[in-house]
């Protein structure tokens, strides 16, 4: 009897682990999607005759959501979006 409980709990933790690893690959994917998505719009805004500084704002932004350089300044500035 104890043995059947234990592989319930077992399977139920294992079905947790596949959704929050599932959770973290789509946030990777659509942080490197959305990040390049933003930093193309913020090129196109600076040198195709929008307002200079919202482009330049908006490359900042873009950073802070492409997961390698939001690792990075997690690391050293103690500031990081999560998702």
Same mark, same amino acid.
């Given at each position: 009897?104890?043995? *059947?409980? #234990? $592989? !319930?709990?077992? *399977?139920?933790?294992? $079905?947790?682990?596949?959704?929050?690893?599932?959770?973290?690959? =789509?946030?990777? *994917?659509? +942080?490197?999607?959305? +990040?390049? =998505?933003?930093?193309? /719009?913020?090129?196109?805004?600076?040198? !195709?005759? !929008?307002? #200079?500084?919202? +482009? %330049?704002? %908006?490359?900042?932004?873009?950073? /802070?959501? %492409?997961?390698?350089? &939001?690792?990075? #300044?997690?690391? $050293?500035? &103690?500031?990081?979006?999560?998702?």
């Amino acid at each position: 009897m104890t043995i *059947i409980s #234990t $592989k !319930g709990k077992l *399977i139920k933790m294992l $079905k947790e682990v596949k959704k929050i690893t599932l959770g973290l690959v =789509l946030n990777w *994917i659509f +942080g490197w999607i959305f +990040g390049i =998505l933003f930093l193309f /719009m913020g090129f196109v805004m600076t040198f !195709g005759g !929008g307002p #200079t500084i919202y +482009g %330049i704002l %908006i490359i900042f932004c873009s950073f /802070m959501i %492409i997961p390698y350089t &939001n690792k990075i #300044t997690k690391e $050293k500035f &103690n500031f990081h979006i999560s998702g």
